[in-house]
């Protein structure tokens, strides 16, 4: 085997680990990559098609994660109106009391 060249000297700290490296992954390098390489199947497994209410489950899930993450936005947008500490505590008590919000 025949390192590659670089721009290390052969004895220093970085030029042994580059050779130790080089040694190390020599079935991974280019040259045998022809030998290496995956092959694709002759034809592809059929696709497994989700059932429609998990489809819907799964889309009502995002939806709400959505919507919450909106709310909670909102909501941080307020709060950060507030121009002191008191102002801020009594914007959460307001939060805490109204059930919509």
Known sequence: M????HPFPENSLV????????????DAASARADVLMP???????PAKS?????????????????????????????????QDVFELERRLRDLDRRPYF
Do not use: H, V
């Not at 025949?2 to 060249?5: A, D, G, H, P, V």
């Not at 919507?67 to 507030?82: G, T, V």
């Open 15 to 26: 030029g042994n680990c580059i050779r130790l490296a080089q040694s190390t992954f020599f």
């Open 39 to 45: 092959k694709a199947p002759a034809t592809l497994p």
């Open 50 to 82: 989700e059932p429609f209410g998990a489809r819907l489950a799964r889309w009502m899930e995002n939806l709400d994660d959505w919507l919450y993450r909106q709310r909670m936005n909102d909501r941080e947008a307020y709060l950060a109106q507030s």
């Open 2 to 5: 025949k390192s590659q060249l």
